[in-house]
């Protein structure tokens, strides 16, 4: 029975987020089309004639729905096209090359800010109005109005330029990652922190809390097995929404340290009018998205036993 | 628990260290290290867009002649040259030489990228520069077969071109990557370095060609480029030597503060560039229809924008041509814009709305801030600033959806020509006088130089004249380099070449 929800839950997501896709894709066709410029508008000006046959070679001459019509074919078919920027790659490639770079930077900030934040939250939570509080929950306003790319400038001119401990930028090393999934993490880490303190100072206030401490088990056990499971059922929510301002927020870091990831080309295919790349890349993101937040969705109904499908249907 | 921490962190930081000291191997120190701010989308001659993909097809590959260290041309591939008297017959004879992968190159490898390049299939944005062949534009709009193109190679080291009208600066084109002969394959080269690694996103690494026809003369080891688009970071790097060369035209011009500041320990340099950047009025709507505005909007901007706003480092213009094109030198300033502002108060009455249109770049807002206020105290007229993103402002300047906006144009060739047929292009300005694109055409088919040149002169004068644009000032590229690096060729075209360059200890 329980198995039989679950099954028709995911098959009617499965629907709704394919759905949502084909919405994203129209939308971000029909927009991407109505904004002056076009591939060829960021360099020189070019004769009439030389324009014409790039026009006629790349069939952005067709009508739009027909140009449409083929790009849909395309995803379907997952041949994203060939970059206009980049002529001998494609949009293929570049999702190849650049999405690991973006992803592991994206799971080293993820597993720092889980860490500390949960540690953070924690911390202040078992502390509360003592100084040990009051350090913590500060860090954690200051991680969540510094913005990042202040800390990823303060840090690189700190640890690399002054102190000489850390590679400047670039990518390849573990030492070169450090810096820049500190800057990543530091608002994420702020949130979970805030979050964990808040649920927690609720939770252990609680009476079931009060009887396992009375039952004789250890605070350790109560806290670590009682009160956190709780207090960390929020932050799975979170963590859907985490994994996209990762992965999508990235692009200013990805430029500071100069770090060949996903989210630089995202940014710049738009300015770049680089229409295959634009599309390619919104549908790969897009994807990657509604997947987590599925996945999340999942694995929440998994935690808390209290959650039924069912009634999440307008979900 | 505390030890087993304390010995972690003791761990972290020793790797820490051991990973940010690398020494430099003794090739590293032979090797000249760039940065693109942008890595580059192709390398193919005949292909490359922009003024960063040109510089390292420059390094790749050698056409028919090249410049020195001295800005001078100087035969590459070309023995000899046989030009016809009527400057419409080009005759070249080359030298033996050799591809990258040792097979020979030929006349006909010219014939074929030349044909490449006008084949209305293969998406070569500067391929209007070969237009000026015999049947080449007709070719590129599908008017003509290919074969009609009048490009022959008779031997294998014989090349014939003729031409559509007389083309004394044909000499000067076969210096463009785009008259290189493009490989046949790929990863075959024939120039001073080939490319040795490309790891996408990261880097590029040159070395030395040793089948290259002239590789005594190249020192370098190689060259390395990275792909850093942040200015602050290829600051940073430069300032730690990891960067032997900072700014033009590989990445972002310096910006004002950076120059003085570098210009203070000797290191920032500039060098001028056939290129002008003015302003354009628009001509068919009201008040820039009239002569009397556009001379008085002029005035002396050009002198203020370059003493003030660039502080001196770049030429203030008086014609559209920079001086090493030039033909004519005058410019006769009305002595009081204002009475001019006030006459035409009084005849048609206030002024309408004026704005500057202007794309969104740190040096054009400065630019577009300091007229306004100019213009203000001086005319007494009001302008309103309109900023926006790039692409749409061209877009808007193709429609001509402005009353003034910023127009600028960097030479691809040097020849007056250069910039003045950009005049008759529709997209460029909204202007257009009957005898200018006449005079442009004779001048087009004049054999006698004098005689040419006069035609030309004419043509200068009608801009000078007439005023469609007010010009500003002569580009300069702006760049800091390493100490150790010298001999670098820096062409008036903005492309840089690196053959001649050497490491001092």
Same mark, same amino acid.
């Given at each position: 029975?329980?198995?039989?929800?679950?099954?028709?839950?995911?098959?009617?997501?499965?629907?709704?987020?394919?759905?949502?896709?084909?919405?994203?894709?129209?939308?971000?066709?029909?927009?991407?089309?109505?904004?002056?410029?076009?591939?060829?508008?960021?360099?020189?000006?070019?004769?009439?004639?030389?324009?014409?046959?790039?026009?006629?070679?790349? *069939?952005?001459?067709?009508?739009?729905?027909?140009?449409?019509?083929?790009?849909?074919?395309?995803?379907? *078919?997952?041949?994203?096209?060939?970059?206009?920027?980049?002529?001998?790659?494609?949009?293929?490639?570049?999702?190849?090359?650049?999405?690991?770079?973006?992803?592991?930077?994206?799971?080293?900030?993820?597993?720092?800010?889980?860490?500390?934040?949960?540690?953070?939250?924690?911390?202040?939570?078992?502390?509360?109005?003592?100084?040990?509080?009051?350090?913590?929950?500060?860090?954690?306003?200051?991680?969540?109005?510094?913005?990042?790319?202040?800390?990823?400038?303060?840090?690189?001119?700190?640890?690399?330029?002054?102190?000489?401990?850390?590679?400047?930028?670039?990518?390849?090393?573990?030492?070169?990652?450090?810096?820049?999934?500190?800057?990543?993490?530091?608002?994420?880490?702020?949130?979970?922190?805030?979050?964990?303190?808040?649920?927690?100072?609720?939770?252990?206030?609680?009476?079931?809390?009060?009887?396992?401490?009375?039952?004789?088990?250890?605070?350790?056990?109560?806290?670590?097995?009682?009160?956190?499971?709780?207090?960390?059922?929020?932050?799975?929510?979170?963590?859907?929404?985490?994994?996209?301002?990762?992965?999508?927020?990235?692009?200013?870091?990805?430029?500071?340290?100069?770090?060949?990831?996903?989210?630089?080309?995202?940014?710049?295919?738009?300015?770049?009018?680089?229409?295959?790349?634009?599309?390619?890349?919104?549908?790969?993101?897009?994807?990657?998205?509604?997947?987590?937040?599925?996945?999340?969705?999942?694995?929440?109904?998994?935690?808390?036993?209290?959650?039924?499908?069912? *009634?999440?249907?307008?979900? | 628990?505390?030890?087993?921490?304390?010995?972690?962190?003791?761990?972290?930081?020793?790797?820490?260290?051991?990973?940010?000291?690398?020494?430099?191997?003794?090739?590293?120190?032979?090797?000249?290290?760039?940065?693109?701010?942008?890595?580059?989308?192709?390398?193919?001659?005949?292909?490359?867009?922009?003024?960063?993909?040109?510089?390292?097809?420059?390094?790749?590959?050698?056409?028919?002649?090249?410049?020195?260290?001295?800005?001078?041309?100087?035969?590459?591939?070309?023995?000899?040259?046989?030009?016809?008297?009527?400057?419409?017959?080009?005759?070249?004879?080359?030298?033996?030489?050799?591809?990258?992968?040792?097979?020979?190159?030929?006349?006909?490898?010219?014939?074929?990228?030349?044909?490449?390049?006008?084949?209305?299939?293969?998406?070569?944005?500067?391929?209007?520069?070969?237009?000026?062949?015999?049947?080449?534009?007709?070719?590129?709009?599908?008017?003509?077969?290919?074969?009609?193109?009048?490009?022959?190679?008779?031997?294998?080291?014989?090349?014939?071109?003729?031409?559509?009208?007389?083309?004394?600066?044909?000499?000067?084109?076969?210096?463009?990557?785009?008259?290189?002969?493009?490989?046949?394959?790929?990863?075959?080269?024939?120039?001073?370095?080939?490319?040795?690694?490309?790891?996408?996103?990261?880097?590029?690494?040159?070395?030395?060609?040793?089948?290259?026809?002239?590789?005594?003369?190249?020192?370098?080891?190689?060259?390395?480029?990275?792909?850093?688009?942040?200015?602050?970071?290829?600051?940073?790097?430069?300032?730690?030597?990891?960067?032997?060369?900072?700014?033009?035209?590989?990445?972002?011009?310096?910006?004002?503060?950076?120059?003085?500041?570098?210009?203070?320990?000797?290191?920032?340099?500039?060098?001028?560039?056939?290129?002008?950047?003015?302003?354009?009025?628009?001509?068919?709507?009201?008040?820039?229809?009239?002569?009397?505005?556009?001379?008085?909007?002029?005035?002396?901007?050009?002198?203020?924008?370059?003493?003030?706003?660039?502080?001196?480092?770049?030429?203030?213009?008086?014609?559209?041509?920079?001086?090493?094109?030039?033909?004519?030198?005058?410019?006769?300033?009305?002595?009081?814009?204002?009475?001019?502002?006030?006459?035409?108060?009084?005849?048609?009455?206030?002024?309408?709305?004026?704005?500057?249109?202007?794309?969104?770049?740190?040096?054009?807002?400065?630019?577009?801030?300091?007229?306004?206020?100019?213009?203000?105290?001086?005319?007494?007229?009001?302008?309103?600033?309109?900023?926006?993103?790039?692409?749409?402002?061209?877009?808007?300047?193709?429609?001509?959806?402005?009353?003034?906006?910023?127009?600028?144009?960097?030479?691809?060739?040097?020849?007056?020509?250069?910039?003045?047929?950009?005049?008759?292009?529709?997209?460029?300005?909204?202007?257009?006088?009957?005898?200018?694109?006449?005079?442009?055409?004779?001048?087009?088919?004049?054999?006698?130089?004098?005689?040419?040149?006069?035609?030309?002169?004419?043509?200068?004068?009608?801009?000078?004249?007439?005023?469609?644009?007010?010009?500003?000032?002569?580009?300069?590229?702006?760049?800091?380099?390493?100490?150790?690096?010298?001999?670098?060729?820096?062409?008036?075209?903005?492309?840089?070449?690196?053959?001649?360059?050497?490491?001092?200890?």
């Amino acid at each position: 029975m329980v198995l039989d929800t679950m099954l028709s839950y995911i098959v009617k997501r499965l629907f709704s987020n394919i759905l949502a896709l084909f919405v994203i894709v129209t939308a971000t066709f029909f927009l991407m089309k109505s904004i002056p410029g076009d591939p060829f508008t960021q360099e020189k000006s070019l004769p009439k004639e030389v324009l014409d046959s790039l026009y006629a070679h790349y *069939k952005l001459n067709d009508p739009l729905h027909v140009q449409y019509g083929n790009y849909l074919l395309s995803i379907l *078919k997952w041949d994203l096209g060939p970059s206009f920027k980049y002529p001998s790659r494609t949009v293929n490639d570049i999702i190849k090359s650049g999405f690991p770079i973006s992803a592991t930077l994206g799971i080293e900030a993820l597993i720092l800010s889980l860490l500390f934040g949960l540690t953070l939250g924690v911390i202040s939570s078992l502390k509360q109005h003592q100084w040990q509080d009051y350090l913590s929950m500060s860090v954690a306003v200051m991680g969540i109005s510094i913005p990042s790319f202040i800390l990823a400038a303060f840090l690189q001119y700190t640890f690399s330029i002054k102190l000489d401990l850390l590679p400047v930028a670039r990518w390849g090393t573990f030492a070169q990652s450090i810096l820049p999934a500190i800057s990543l993490a530091a608002l994420p880490t702020a949130f979970i922190a805030r979050l964990t303190r808040a649920n927690m100072v609720e939770i252990l206030s609680m009476d079931y809390i009060k009887t396992a401490r009375s039952k004789g088990l250890s605070r350790r056990s109560v806290i670590l097995k009682h009160a956190l499971r709780n207090a960390g059922l929020p932050i799975i929510a979170y963590l859907g929404n985490l994994t996209a301002n990762i992965l999508t927020g990235s692009f200013i870091i990805e430029k500071i340290f100069g770090i060949p990831g996903l989210g630089q080309w995202f940014i710049n295919s738009v300015a770049n009018r680089d229409y295959t790349v634009i599309m390619g890349l919104t549908v790969f993101y897009s994807i990657l998205l509604l997947s987590a937040i599925f996945f999340v969705d999942i694995c929440y109904s998994y935690f808390d036993p209290r959650i039924q499908l069912e *009634k999440r249907k307008g979900a | 628990m505390r030890s087993m921490l304390s010995k972690l962190i003791l761990a972290i930081l020793g790797t820490l260290s051991l990973l940010s000291s690398c020494t430099p191997t003794p090739d590293e120190r032979e090797t000249l290290h760039l940065n693109l701010a942008e890595e580059p989308g192709i390398i193919d001659p005949i292909l490359a867009r922009n003024i960063r993909e040109l510089t390292l097809c420059k390094q790749l590959y050698e056409g028919l002649y090249r410049e020195d260290l001295q800005g001078k041309l100087t035969p590459a591939l070309a023995e000899r040259v046989e030009i016809s008297k009527d400057l419409c017959h080009y005759t070249f004879y080359l030298k033996e030489s050799l591809w990258s992968d040792g097979t020979p190159l030929t006349a006909e490898d010219f014939r074929r990228s030349w044909m490449k390049a006008l084949d209305p299939h293969t998406p070569s944005t500067l391929a209007h520069l070969l237009f000026v062949i015999k049947n080449g534009k007709r070719a590129k709009q599908e008017l003509c077969g290919c074969e009609e193109v009048k490009i022959s190679a008779p031997t294998p080291q014989k090349l014939v071109v003729e031409l559509e009208h007389p083309v004394p600066y044909f000499l000067e084109l076969t210096q463009l990557p785009i008259l290189f002969p493009s490989p046949s394959k790929e990863g075959v080269y024939n120039g001073p370095f080939l490319v040795e690694r490309w790891e996408e996103g990261k880097s590029l690494q040159l070395k030395k060609n040793a089948l290259y026809w002239d590789q005594e003369e190249v020192e370098l080891k190689g060259i390395t480029f990275s792909f850093l688009e942040d200015p602050n970071l290829e600051h940073y790097l430069f300032e730690k030597r990891e960067l032997d060369w900072l700014g033009q035209p590989l990445s972002h011009p310096l910006t004002e503060e950076l120059y003085a500041d570098l210009h203070k320990s000797g290191n920032a340099h500039s060098y001028p560039i056939l290129g002008t950047y003015w302003i354009t009025f628009n001509t068919q709507k009201p008040p820039f229809d009239d002569l009397r505005m556009r001379e008085a909007f002029s005035g002396e901007m050009n002198r203020l924008v370059a003493e003030l706003v660039i502080q001196g480092r770049v030429l203030a213009a008086s014609s559209p041509l920079p001086p090493q094109v030039a033909l004519l030198s005058r410019t006769s300033l009305h002595p009081d814009p204002l009475t001019l502002v006030e006459e035409y108060r009084k005849e048609k009455g206030d002024l309408p709305e004026i704005t500057l249109l202007h794309p969104a770049s740190p040096r054009a807002n400065k630019i577009a801030e300091f007229l306004q206020d100019e213009w203000k105290k001086r005319l007494h007229c009001e302008v309103k600033l309109q900023r926006i993103e790039r692409s749409c402002y061209k877009e808007k300047q193709k429609g001509h959806d402005y009353t003034l906006c910023f127009g600028e144009w960097i030479a691809d060739f040097k020849d007056p020509l250069a910039f003045l047929t950009l005049f008759t292009e529709p997209w460029a300005t909204n202007w257009s006088n009957p005898a200018y694109p006449n005079l442009l055409q004779q001048a087009l088919y004049e054999e006698s130089k004098e005689k040419r040149e006069a035609l030309l002169t004419e043509c200068e004068k009608i801009l000078l004249d007439e005023l469609p644009i007010a010009p500003l000032y002569h580009y300069c590229f702006d760049y800091a380099k390493a100490k150790r690096v010298e001999g670098v060729a820096l062409s008036s075209l903005g492309v840089a070449d690196f053959k001649y360059a050497r490491l001092r200890e």
